[in-house]
């Protein structure tokens, strides 16, 4: 009996089916990630983490961004689900995104997720990995139908890392023109 690389279809004629279960499984995106790292919904409390992650990221303080995307995700939203990852019950990474019921023209339901960061400390250990997962696994639960992010084209790791977990660029352009 043969079989097909990286599948665990058989492929034969007139003989019983076996299934080699020992074969490597398809690649799904962080569920052993998000086993290892909890992750938990986004509190009033978690205000302080989010400003120190971004800080180390970008050298800047942006707290007041962060309050009002807090609120935001706590008391505009009808649905939370923006999270954060804890190690040692320690905040070390945070995803913040809302859900959208349609918006120019499009009726389909939407998740845009507006910021993501991971503590300096914790790159490469999967929190990014852990969030994304979670954030699409809590979507899917939803019945969300397309997740929206956007990235400055300059951002080579961040595209990078959306690349990995799946992001496609859409087929949508974004248009802008400065008022200064």
Sequence with gaps: ???????????????AAEINYSATPAADYGPL????????????????ALVAI??????????VYFQRKLSEALTESDVRVSLVAELDSVPVGFIMARVDLGEF???????????????????????G????????????????????TEVGWQDHDLLAYLDRSGFRPSQQLCFDQSLA
Excluded at 1 to 15: D, K, L, R, T, Y
Excluded at 54 to 63: E, F, K, N, V
Excluded at 111 to 126: E, H, S
Aim: hydrophobic share 35%; no cysteine.
């Design 1 to 15: 009996m043969s079989q097909n690389a990286g599948s665990n279809i058989p492929q034969h004629v007139g003989e």
């Design 129 to 148: 990995r852990a969030l994304v997962s979670q954030l699409l696994a809590n979507l899917a639960t939803l019945r969300v139908e397309k997740v929206r």
């Design 33 to 48: 990630a998000r086993d290892r790292i909890p992750v938990r919904s986004m509190t009033e409390g978690d205000l302080r």
């Design 105 to 127: 023209g499009r009726v389909e339901t939407t998740a845009v997720i507006d910021t993501i960061g991971v503590d300096q400390d914790y790159r490469d250990r999967g929190v």
């Design 54 to 63: 971004d800080r180390g990221i970008t050298g800047r303080d942006r707290a």
